[in-house]
């Protein structure tokens, strides 16, 4: 089992950035792939990007593609998100998902994984 915090969330204008973190508990966490996902207002959760447990495959959103980055740090027990050039429409709480991998492969759907933090809020104002 592990455990996910997320933080780095905050107000912004747009054209900024900002780098979301997500540490995981637990001495398994390079078995994990990992997942960033995001629910705005009055929406559904969706995908954002997501990371392999080596960290060498990444898929991402195309909404966010060129513009965010997803990537770990094994050894730190952390995954990352850098948000570039943001915009009002990435307004929304961003949570950070886990999910046991055999094969160095990523999750893109929310039903594939079943841990999960607790989000955190990013506001982009324009």
């Known amino acids: 089992q592990v455990q996910l915090v997320e933080s780095g969330g905050g107000l912004v204008q747009a054209g900024g950035s900002l780098r979301l973190s997500c540490a995981a508990s637990g001495r398994t966490f390079s078995r994990y792939a990992m997942g960033w996902f995001r629910q705005g207002p009055g929406k559904e959760r969706e995908f954002v990007a997501a990371i392999s447990r080596s960290g060498g495959n990444t898929y991402y959103a195309d909404s966010v593609k060129g513009r965010f980055t997803i990537s770990r740090d094994n050894a730190k027990n952390t995954v990352y998100l850098q948000m570039n050039s943001l915009k009002p429409e990435d307004t929304a709480v961003y949570y950070c998902?886990?999910?046991?991998?055999?094969?160095?492969?990523?999750?893109?759907?929310?039903?594939?994984?079943?841990?999960w933090g607790r989000g955190t809020q990013v506001t982009v104002s324009s």
């Open positions: 998902a886990a999910e046991w991998k055999y094969s160095d492969s990523y999750a893109t759907k929310k039903d594939e994984y079943s841990y």
